[in-house]
């Protein structure tokens, strides 16, 4: 147990549904990231968060859209996404951004038809 | 360009047996470095890191990596695996300053046979 929760844990959504992945954290953390985990790639660092700020935005598709409504919360919106957005779905915590420490949650598995 | 490279996407050893993954890393300025384990459905744990002192750095599990800027790596070693130790290895840099922007290697599956 890390302290970062992520529910749901499986997720099949049609391509045009509309769904959120929602991540907790019971750690005391400031900062908040989502992560994309595909197979045979490198894990994809798509948002972060700092005090409810969003701080990186690495090009990310705008049918994903975050929400961090306070600095134990973090959302991802999901709207219209494509079968090769199926993928795991990592959020992370930190402390601070920076050199401190990342606690993954166990990820959402999310399967796009 | 900042990049990782974990050449063996899998690994099988015997308990008990060493093992030694290997990361391969390019980066533009001083790195700060991981090596997080990932269990079958689980999230990373971080099992070590290193950004500075004694370029040979203690993890937990009974892990330890060793930075060699020369050789632009730093490899996990454990010194007698156990069945536990069987997961996904992923290797990270990320820099010292600034937004916590790490890139990650594709990672090496480790399978412990008896």
């Known amino acids: 147990e890390t302290g970062v929760t992520q529910t749901p844990r499986h997720l099949v959504m049609g391509m045009t549904n509309k769904k959120s992945l929602k991540c907790e954290q019971h750690?005391?953390?400031?900062?908040m990231y989502w992560y994309k985990q595909s197979a045979k790639k490198p894990l994809e660092l798509m948002f972060v968060?700092?005090?409810?700020?969003?701080?990186e935005n690495n090009s990310v598709p705008s049918r994903f859209s975050p929400e961090c409504p306070n600095s134990s919360h973090l959302f991802l919106h999901l709207h219209t996404l494509q079968p090769e957005d199926s993928a795991l779905y990592l959020c992370?915590?930190?402390?601070?951004?920076?050199?401190?420490?990342?606690?993954f949650g166990p990820g959402t598995r999310l399967t796009v038809l | 360009a900042q990049s990782v490279t974990q050449p063996d996407i899998h690994i099988t050893v015997s308990e008990g047996a060493s093992l030694e993954l290997r990361c391969n890393y390019s980066?533009?300025?001083?790195?700060?470095l991981f090596w997080y384990v990932q269990s079958p459905g689980q999230g990373l744990q971080l099992l070590l890191k290193?950004?500075?002192?004694?370029?040979l750095v203690q993890g937990i599990k009974g892990f330890e990596a060793e930075f060699k800027r020369s050789q632009s790596s730093f490899n996990l070693r454990k010194p007698s695996v156990h069945w536990s130790d069987a997961a996904e290895y992923f290797c990270?840099?990320?820099?010292?300053?600034?937004?916590?922007?790490?890139?990650f290697g594709t990672g090496t599956r480790l399978t412990v046979i008896p």
């Open positions: 290193y950004f500075s002192g004694d370029t």
């Open positions: 968060y700092s005090l409810e700020e969003r701080v």
């Open positions: 980066y533009g300025a001083t790195p700060y």
């Open positions: 990270a840099v990320g820099p010292l300053t600034g937004a916590n922007n790490l890139f």
């Open positions: 992370a915590s930190s402390r601070g951004i920076g050199l401190d420490e990342q606690f």
């Open positions: 750690l005391g953390h400031n900062a």
